[in-house]
């Protein structure tokens, strides 16, 4: 049985020749915060698209602890399936649905929850009807959780940036996911929000007994929020570790050195 | 009030009203046929809105998929004896399945291999109703009567009538699950397809149901159609038709149920209204002109469509006073 | 033997029609992302526009020139007044655009031209010449030389002229493109322009053999669209091979088989292609940036 609820191994992928991810393994524990950082350019995002199948990888396996205790690839599985197995994640451009209420959007977020089919929400039948309910007092709590209650019935698009990363966030608890997957949760926000964001951080891990993994430039977050960084470059692993230790690494600040930290990943 | 706004309320006060107009204002049978015509077409727009409007893929086979569910309809009524409503399921289920088989094949990849397989369809199944005479009545058409059922034989204006209760119940059917998980997909898939998948979304699935659903109602409408002008050609389903549900989609407001209501209204009375100004009459093709113009001025300059206008226009001259009173009270 | 070779010049001639349209459709929708859906009535438009002109006594090879001049500024004013507008719609809002497109043309033609169909003569009149057992009209010789000509022509500007390089580079990617100071703005009137021609080259090639009429660009409207499917979208001359294929098919399945059936069996035949090989014999998969 494995301790851990997400395992990458080997995992490669090139684009044209050009390796993006080269050999790569780490584990990330049960309920762990875990970081992933690097450069511009080191391949983070790229890893996170090759876990919830985004891009299809060379070689490697990704194995994965499910709601249910079993272990599977990911790789076996098409992207849509990922988030069934409780993998969840957010996107460094915020993907919300800009004409839609912010409920409506965390209750897309529990598409992969609804079991009545097409026909009976057409009719409205007494499942239909329950599930939706359910399914939106659940949204409401998560909510109510994250301090966003009050703006549940505002359209997204109307939303600040801020709010639309935590609405994100948001969404991605109504999957119940095991593991959350975060890309770049600082960007775009000024420093009191992210001090509130880690706050937030922990405070979803705690509240709601998942691993987060995320990808972020802010150090001061990182290193303030994750109990385990992994730090890459050009696509390989140079040191995995506590904060502390990452901290200390020789390689990892050589290849931060002269680096601009705030610089967003394209 | 509160029961006013519910949008099912609303569909069915506005089936009331469209069947009582042509009744209490005793309509000549040309206006009860322009009535139908927009009845019928709105269910197939309805239709064509929740492939465009939801999921955002276009077809040009929808025409053709209407004249499958006439054919189908007149085939099993007239040929078979089977009885009205059964004719009309199997006009709708046919349809439905073809359009399933064809969303198979097509709408594996992303893109617009929908809207060519469609085409392809529209060309190859207007062949085919020229040719399996037995079945189309070829060329010449086909007749059938209109409906009966159980014993009592309709008429003209119960036909119409007929079709208006279907549309309304369509009307809110497609409102329910538009307002549901499916809607949602839907929706979500269309505005951002990374985002859909990531939330457990299948592309392929959601467009292949929002596809099959569209064909089915426009087999429903070609079933209605036939029964109400108790005639049908190989040549009334072409690309043309196509692309005045796409017209009236467009014009009415994608994504919206009322709008393909609106929108088709908008395209028949068009039109007559033309023919009406004396600078206009003279020329054929005019309406036709109008119609390509609105699409691209609506594409470009209006994408909510009409039947956002009067909520648009509420927005801007009361809601911004409101918001301005509030201001100064604060 | 002679039947089947026949049969290969006759398709020849379709391709030659399908390659031209297919043509225009592939480089409108590579360097601007538009599928250009009224390629085909704007064809239709252009062929009433030749036979206008011919039947009010200006000389054929004059009446086609001229028609493609203004075929050209069609395409020009249609991407300059309109699309060129339309930067910020979503490529299925611009697919939406052209089928009004196909609406504005489909109903400016009658207006223009009256209701009944127009003749338009071959441009070569004369006895079929026989060639090795094979009776081959003029014309049809014309047409196959004319469109590998022009196609000669323009896969040589595509590889090796300056214009050419800036309408590669913007297909690859417009963003890059605009970056290295490609100027994407003429590369899209000037594919507008030619594509809008080509078309009209197909029609007033078509237009002798059928009349010039409100449907007669249906076929080779379709026909273009499943070339472009067939050879892939992904190259400029994939879909031109692709119409060579669909030419002789279409002519070979029309003799051997069922002419009246040929279309149908040449769909069922595409839609086999996209079960097996859906972007087609020169398709690449391209991977998406998340």
Known sequence: MMNSVLKVENLSISFGGLKAVDDLSFEIGDKMIYGLIGPNGAGKTTVFNCITKFYTPNSGKVTFKTNTGELINLLDHSVHQIINYGLARTFQNVELINDLSIIDNLLIGAHSQFKTSTLQQAFLTPRARREEKEHRGRAMDILNQLGLADKANEIAGSQPYGVLKNVELARTLMSRPKLIIIDEPAAGLNETETEALAEMIKKIRDYYHCAILMVEHDMGLVMGTCERICAINFGKKLAEGTPDEIKQNKEVQEAYLGKDDDDAEN | ?330 | MDLFLQNIVGGLQSASMYGLAALGLVLIYKTTGVINFAQGELGMFNAFVAAWLYANNVPLVIAVLLTLIIAGIVGFLIEWGVMRHAVKIDPLGKMIMTMGFVMIAQGLAPMFFGNNPLYFPKLLQGDPISIGGVSILPNTILIIVITLGIMAALFYVLQKSKWGLAIRVTAENIQTAKLMGVPTKYVSIAVWTLGTALGALAATMVAPLTTVSVTMMADIHLKSFISAVLGGFATFYGPVVGAFIIGILNNLIGFYISSKWATAILYVFILIVLIFKPTGIFGKKHIKKV
């Open chain 2, 1 to 330: 009030m509160s029961i006013l706004n519910k949008k099912q309320i609303q569909y069915i006060i506005f089936g009331i009203i469209a069947i009582l107009l042509p009744i209490l204002t005793q309509a000549k049978g040309s206006t009860i046929t322009l009535l139908a015509s927009i009845g019928i077409t709105a269910i197939a727009t309805l239709g064509f809105n929740v492939l465009l409007g939801f999921s955002g893929q276009i077809s040009l086979g929808h025409g053709a998929f209407m004249g499958l569910g006439a054919y189908i309809s007149a085939y099993f009524v007239s040929q078979m004896e089977l009885p009205f409503f059964l004719s009309l399921a199997l006009a709708a289920i046919i349809p439905f399945l073809v359009g399933f088989i064809l969303g198979l094949i097509a709408l594996r990849l992303e893109g617009h291999y929908l809207a060519i397989a469609t085409l392809g369809f529209a060309v190859v199944i207007e062949e085919i109703f020229a040719e399996f005479s037995g079945f189309t009545g070829g060329w010449s058409g086909t007749k059938t009567t209109y409906p009966i059922i159980f014993g009592y034989k309709f008429d003209k204006l119960s036909v119409y009538i007929l079709i208006i209760i279907i549309l309304v119940i369509l009307m809110i059917l497609t409102y329910n699950f538009m307002k549901s998980a499916t809607g949602r997909a839907l929706v979500a898939m269309k505005k951002s397809e990374h985002a859909a998948q990531a939330m457990g979304v299948s592309l392929f699935k959601y467009k292949l149901l929002a596809f099959s659903i569209s064909t089915m109602y426009a087999g429903i409408a070609g079933s209605l159609y036939i029964h109400f002008f108790r005639f049908a050609e190989p040549k009334l389903w072409g690309i043309t038709l196509s692309l005045d549900l796409l017209a009236a989609a467009v014009i009415g407001g994608l994504g919206t149920i009322g709008g393909a209501v609106v929108g088709v209204a908008f395209l028949k009375v068009l039109p007559t209204v033309l023919q009406m100004l004396p600078v206009f009459g003279d020329f054929d093709g005019l309406a036709f002109v109008l119609t390509g113009v609105s699409i691209v001025v609506f594409v470009m300059f209006y994408p909510r469509g009409l039947i956002n206008i009067p909520n648009d226009l509420y927005n801007k001259f009361f809601k911004r006073k409101r918001t301005e009173a509030e201001e100064v009270k604060a």
